[in-house]
């Protein structure tokens, strides 16, 4: 499979700034700071309006697990027909069971609505019970990408099990390294993994533009300020796509 830089971005201003520095594909979200959700129609026809590289859409109808009820079912198969027939590159999806394998049935209903597009299966594959059975399950039916930190914390602490699981997709999943890339991560791990996909958001913190500011009042989560607004930092993203040409040879054809 060809060499992909992936950019993970939750914003029009996000998606831009990624594809000016470099990226090769877009995984678009919502709510990044809270490992990402599904994003909603308006803003994927802004950034398809803006980009020219291919867009995947992360479809994720809460945080949290990975194991879903009727209804959470029902509303990711509803967003993956509808981002289907919008036009998207592929869908990132991710279903498991209560012990933690991938659900086969649940993911092949998902990727039949998805109508042919490209398939990655997130990180749930990251806490599933046994990454080996669930490579084996996401290649019968017919999963392109797993993104994976290697089921650590960071990429870096996963190497060992990413350069298992290269060598064990072979050409029929490409291994989409995830959690922690940057240049200097690229440049170590590719040759240690033998990798030629990583995955990174590159964010970087803005101070919110904002003069009156009335503190202590969280609109959401506990601690995260309503001030410090996350944002795609483009010079992180040509950092790691110049490290990423030089370790996979992802020249300018690469762009194509």
Known sequence: MKPVLEVCAHSVESAVSAERGGAMRLELCANLMIGGTS???????????????????????????????????????RQVKRF?????????IGVLTPEGDLDEARMEK?????????????????????????????KRLGVDTILTSGQQADCTAGADLLRALVAKAGEDVQILV?????????????????????????????????????ENVPMGLPGLSEF??????ENAVRAAREAFDACCGAGQEART
């Open 84 to 92: 289907a027939a919008l036009g998207a590159d592929g869908i990132v």
């Open 228 to 233: 410090s607004l996350w944002r795609c930092d």
């Open 178 to 214: 995830g959690a922690g890339v940057n240049a200097a991560v690229i440049r170590a791990l590719q040759p240690k993994t033998g990798a030629n996909a990583f995955h990174l958001s590159a964010k970087r913190v803005e101070n919110s533009r904002m003069q009156f500011r009335r």
């Open 110 to 138: 998902l990727i039949a609505l998805a109508g042919g597009c490209g398939v990655t299966l997130h990180r749930a594959f990251d806490v599933c019970r046994d990454p080996f059975a669930a490579l084996e399950t996401a």
């Open 39 to 77: 994003p909603d129609e308006d803003l994927f026809r802004m950034v398809r309006e803006r980009v020219s590289v291919p867009v995947r859409v992360l479809l994720r109808p809460r945080c949290g697990d990975f194991l879903y009820t009727e209804s959470e079912f029902e509303l990711l198969c």
